[in-house]
């Protein structure tokens, strides 16, 4: 009777004993999700058994958990962005290059996310808000900046296609339907994405899976976003706190990383995605010359402190004697000691060598805010500088556009409207419908522009780099001037569906000959 007793306490006990271990392996399981040891290494439920047993674990840095909504998006990051840059690598060269950038985008991208959750929302076009969007602004614009800065490469369709695409992480700033937003990126990227799937399907398939992850980013990224965010990015408003200290937390990497996800056993296995701690940040600005300042203040100081001591300023000049006063004795004009009066030939001439006042530098300028608004029946679009947002106006046929000052910017004009205007735009890009009169672009370096429908005319001024796109029925119609113009080529479809744009160069040098009294101009042609 005794050892029953003996054996039922014991049991008992242990049965106790492990209903204490069960919540602590629970709780040593969950913080393995975002927290991370001195050490790189999460805590797992091995070590929370330890705990339960005596054996105290390594000590842990205390971090946040990651929501649900930025769970999701790392799953996006780790699969279909993951595959994408694991392909670009077996490319290899600018396509490798420009792949790791896309992933700093959506590295970007995910901290705005997580600020989203911890914050309330700022202002738009607040300078937090702004500042929440700079780096993200910045490493779309890497993306672009490789694609430009390698405009002779052999994979430059591959640069475009990815170019294009990156423009879907602008999502964040669209309402109420961000994820037809992603959908409409997606059909920018498969206009250049399905010339590479034409000319590489039967040379190299690597090329043709390679346009297909790229694919599968869009499609997943939208769906993510269908769920989440159906209606635009939400903020924490309730209880979030400052737009400027929720920033620096992720700045400073108060919340942790997602764990990485379980590798399959499907060969070949893909390497480990790279660590966004060790994601280089984007250039900073330059700082003022604070010197500069410092001086020009002290200096201004002096002089309204000589000017306060009133005529005492001028006590220490010296008297001029009436006899050496030019103005009273011209005779004195005439020496050695006075220099002659420059001619008008000379003093135009030192005029002239005398550098004119440099403009200011753009980033001393203040910028001005963006403007869209109907004025009567010309609408104005004016500085607008987002490369990951599309600036869409519902034109009317009698309706005018004059586009100014925007950069990295693309416009989409739906309907027939009367003409568009744009001047001195940098990286802008039109796509229009149809057009009653023409298209003036002054001013306007690597200037892109689709035509869909019907344009008649097309007038290029001082336009450094452009690519036109036209449609089947402006084949027969459409007019191009141009004027001081270097880089611009037309793309014109094939005659059947199958065939891929044919990119026809406009001439830039011509040639005056005089023949029998007759003035004539020819295009010169370049042989080689």
């Not at 969007?133 to 614009?141: I, P």
């Not at 890497?142 to 602008?170: C, K, Y």
């Not at 200290?245 to 060969?267: C, D, H, N, W």
């Not at 450094?464 to 459409?478: Q, S």
């Amino acid at each position: 009777m005794n050892s029953l007793t003996t054996l039922i306490k014991r049991l008992e006990a242990a049965t106790s004993r492990l209903e204490d271990m069960v919540p602590n392996v629970n709780d040593s399981a969950a913080s393995t999700n975002g927290i991370e040891s001195t050490t790189g290494q999460g805590m797992t439920a091995a070590d929370g058994m330890g705990q339960a047993r005596g054996n105290a674990p390594p000590p842990l840095r205390h971090m946040e958990t990651l929501p649900p909504t930025i769970d999701d998006f790392d799953a996006t990051i780790n699969g279909e962005v993951k595959t994408f840059v694991n392909m670009s690598e077996e490319i290899g060269g600018l396509v490798a290059e420009q792949s790791a950038a896309v992933l700093r985008a959506f590295a970007a991208e995910r901290k705005f996310l997580i600020v989203t959750t911890k914050a309330k929302k700022p202002e738009i076009q607040s300078p937090v808000y702004m500042e929440i969007l700079k780096e993200l602004q910045s490493m779309m614009g890497a993306v672009n900046d490789i694609r430009e800065a390698n405009r002779a490469s052999p994979l430059f369709t591959h640069l475009t296609t990815v170019s294009e695409g990156i423009v879907m992480l602008g999502w964040i700033t669209v309402d109420p339907k961000p994820a037809d937003f992603v959908t409409e990126c997606l059909s920018s990227a498969q206009f250049y994405g399905n010339r590479i799937i034409k000319e590489y399907k039967e040379k190299d398939r690597k090329h043709v899976e390679w346009v297909n992850a790229f694919y599968n980013i869009f499609k997943s990224l939208a769906s993510y976003v269908k769920q989440h965010y159906p209606s635009g990015v939400t903020w924490n408003n309730q209880n979030g706190i400052d737009p400027q200290e929720a920033l620096k937390q992720v700045q400073s990497g108060q919340i942790s990383r997602s764990p990485p996800p379980s590798t399959g056993p499907a060969p070949p296995p893909p390497p480990p995605l790279p660590s966004f701690d060790g994601l280089p940040p984007p250039p900073p600005p330059v700082p003022p010359n604070g010197t500069g300042a410092s001086s020009d203040s002290s200096d201004m100081g002096a002089v309204f402190d000589q000017i306060s001591r009133g005529s005492d300023v001028t006590s220490h000049l010296r008297k001029v004697d009436p006899s050496s006063q030019t103005h009273k004795n011209p005779s004195l004009r005439t020496s050695s000691a006075v220099p002659p009066a420059p001619s008008r030939s000379t003093s135009q001439s030192s005029s002239r060598s005398i550098p004119s006042k440099k403009p200011k530098p753009e980033s001393m300028r203040t910028k001005k805010p963006p403007k869209k608004e109907l004025e009567g029946n010309k609408w104005l679009i004016e500085n607008y500088d987002n490369p990951g947002q599309m600036i869409e106006i519902e034109a009317a046929i009698n309706h005018s556009l004059l586009i100014s000052r925007c950069t990295k910017t693309t416009i989409r004009v739906i309907g027939k409207a009367n003409a568009i205007s744009l001047d001195n735009c940098t990286q802008t890009s039109l796509v229009i419908d149809s057009l009653v009169s023409a298209v003036d672009v002054i001013k306007c370096p690597k200037f892109e522009m689709q035509v869909l429908g019907m344009l008649p005319t097309i007038m290029l001024d001082q336009v450094d780099g452009a690519a036109i796109y036209l449609n089947k029925e402006t084949l027969h119609t459409t007019e191009v001037y141009t004027s001081k113009c270097t880089g611009v080529n037309i793309n014109m479809p094939g005659q059947s569906e199958d065939e891929d744009y044919v990119e026809k160069p406009l001439p830039e040098q011509l040639k005056s000959v005089v023949r029998n009294g007759v003035l004539t101009s020819e295009i010169v042609e370049h042989a080689g």
